[in-house]
């Protein structure tokens, strides 16, 4: 049992002089990452010297923040890791002077929380009654509906401006000017993206501002009838002047155009002058007078 432990020693490693080349040069690689790993790890926290060099410039907190607080010319700032600063105020601690602003050594300084409390407002659906703190058609259009309850196909449906201006005679005023402003959301033009952007808005919220200028459906009906009224008058007027204007040009005799007849002077008797030797006659039927001199 002896001999084989003692012959077990005579089986070693390579040593280094049996080592190739490849093999030291990979073996120093390795060594010299172990190293650079090894400095990175010990590498102090960079703002502890800052306040050797420095004279308003010293590090701050105790053990438990380690090195993260910072007081910089008399304001503190939290170091975030990613570069910035970050300024908190501190509040002395407890049973501090008002001379001795200063936490001991190795007590954590007291952060301040300034950060403000915003009360969260819920709004009831319209539709099913429960309170919601924010959806989609409240946040574009101020209509109190909830996600949940959102009817894209009927109820809460968008219509465009021209749409709306065609189907309810509504003007640009009615929309931007009365008050409260009718809300809308802006989508490309399906059938061109050069064109303008479309305005989209709440179908509902355009139908109740009809009822508010024309009062009700039957006088927007009869507003609609007589526009329509208008139209056709006007297609009749149009189809008239075209038709005169063919006949005109592809037959004439058929359109006999009235025309004034020409007026011929029938004078009077003539009137002599002797102090300007003129004679002076006035037409019978027009206020035309003409004066001449015989030879």
């Not at 502890?48 to 304001?75: F, M, R």
Request: glycine letters at 6%; charged letters at 30%.
């Amino acid at each position: 049992m002896s001999e084989e432990t003692a012959t077990a020693p005579a089986v070693a490693a390579p040593t280094k002089s049996n080592l190739t080349t490849a093999q030291r040069s990979r073996i120093e690689r390795n060594l010299a990452k172990a190293q650079r790993l090894r400095e990175a790890k010990l590498v102090s926290y960079p703002y502890k010297e800052l306040g050797n060099h420095l004279g308003d410039t010293q590090p701050e907190g105790g053990p438990s923040q380690g090195a993260s607080v910072i007081k910089v010319q008399g304001t503190k700032y939290i170091d975030s890791g990613g570069g910035f600063l970050l300024e908190q105020p501190v509040l002395p601690a407890a049973g501090a002077t008002a001379g001795a602003g200063k936490p001991e050594d190795g007590a954590a300084p007291i952060i301040e929380d300034d950060a403000i409390a915003i009360p969260v407002v819920y709004e009831e659906c319209l539709e099913c009654g429960e309170p919601f703190a924010d959806s989609y058609l409240f946040t574009n259009f101020g209509h109190s509906v909830c996600d949940k309850c959102r009817d894209n196909e009927e109820r809460h449906s968008l219509i465009t401006r021209t749409e709306a201006k065609a189907e309810y005679l509504l003007k640009d005023c009615d929309f931007d000017k009365r008050e409260p402003k009718l809300r809308y959301i802006s989508r490309k033009n399906p059938h061109n993206v050069r064109w303008g952007e479309m305005k989209l808005y709440l179908h509902s919220q355009v139908q109740k501002r009809a009822m508010e200028v024309w009062g009700s459906e039957e006088e927007l009906v009869r507003q609609h009838e007589g526009r329509e009224e208008k139209r056709e008058v006007g297609k009749a007027r149009k189809y008239n002047k075209q038709m005169k204007q063919l006949r005109m040009e592809v037959r004439s005799s058929v359109y006999t155009k009235k025309t004034h007849a020409i007026h011929e002077h029938e004078f009077g008797p003539d009137t002599y002058n002797e102090e300007e030797d003129e004679y002076t006659h006035t037409c019978l039927t027009c206020p035309y007078t003409e004066t001449y001199e015989k030879m």
